[in-house]
């Protein structure tokens, strides 16, 4: 038997590969509701933002249901089509929020020190582009892009750049796109453009440490609100 090409899995992949197998064999029958995430985190050894996501793959590959305010319930697959596999290089979102968090935090401390006055006004027109969104009830995604993207591009690095863009197209995946569906509302929407307008603030002033600490504290909330218990989804 030949060897097997080994790819490294992701944490949330290997966590929903165990309870799939719990399924499998008759653990968690259809109709029956798993235990609450942090039950889950426990047993697992692992943290609640890992089990979130590994859920959230679950039912975008049809293998349960969320309810919020109730629980996360096994389907009956035998009943229903099949969700669409996930891609294996599907990046979790949490787990995203946290890299972004890192890399961007220092690419908005570089952009208060070499911003031109046409990176500034980018800056401004995409705030201004999220807030016309809101303001039609819609969600401002075209403009948080073009905000990040015109603090990345202040910095003169094509490499930065392409990385930005990678991090924040990957919010499109459907592993993303299922969790902001619960999460991301008009109201959260507005708390992270006035996040947007803090950063600018900084960069606008020069201040490489309070441009760090904006998009420190933007990437912190923005992880705490995909990360809030089920009960408040759609309340944020």
């Not at 809101?134 to 690095?157: M, S, Y």
């Not at 999460?183 to 947007?196: G, R, V």
């Not at 933007?218 to 759609?234: G, T």
Request: some cysteine; proline content about 5%.
């Amino acid at each position: 038997m030949p060897l097997q090409t080994v790819e490294p899995k992701r944490l949330y992949r290997q966590i929903a590969e165990q309870l799939r197998v719990l399924i499998g064999k008759g653990e968690f029958p259809a109709g029956s509701r798993l235990p609450a995430e942090r039950d889950l985190a426990r047993q697992l050894g692992v943290s609640r933002p890992s089990v979130r996501e590994a859920l959230i793959a679950m039912e975008v590959e049809g293998w349960v249901e969320i309810r919020t305010g109730s629980g996360i319930y096994v389907l009956d697959r035998s009943t229903r089509t099949h969700g669409a596999p996930l891609p294996p290089a599907e990046w979790g979102p949490l787990e995203l929020i946290r890299a972004r968090r890192v890399i961007e935090g220092e690419i908005a401390s570089l952009a208060a020190t070499q911003a031109r006055r046409k990176d500034l006004d980018a800056m401004r027109k995409a705030i201004e582009t999220m807030q016309a969104s809101a303001a039609r009830g819609e969600l401002p995604l075209d403009g948080d892009r073009a905000f990040h993207t015109a603090i990345v591009e202040a910095c003169g690095n094509v490499v930065l750049t392409e990385t930005v863009q990678t991090f924040w197209d990957s919010r499109r995946g459907p592993l993303f796109m299922r969790l902001g569906g619960y999460f991301e509302t008009l109201k959260s929407w507005q708390a992270a453009i006035a996040e947007h307008e803090v950063i600018f603030a900084a960069i606008k002033a020069h201040d490489g440490n309070a441009a760090r600490a904006a998009m420190h504290a933007h990437m912190d909330k923005s992880h705490a609100r995909f990360s809030a218990s089920w009960r408040r989804a759609k309340t944020l």
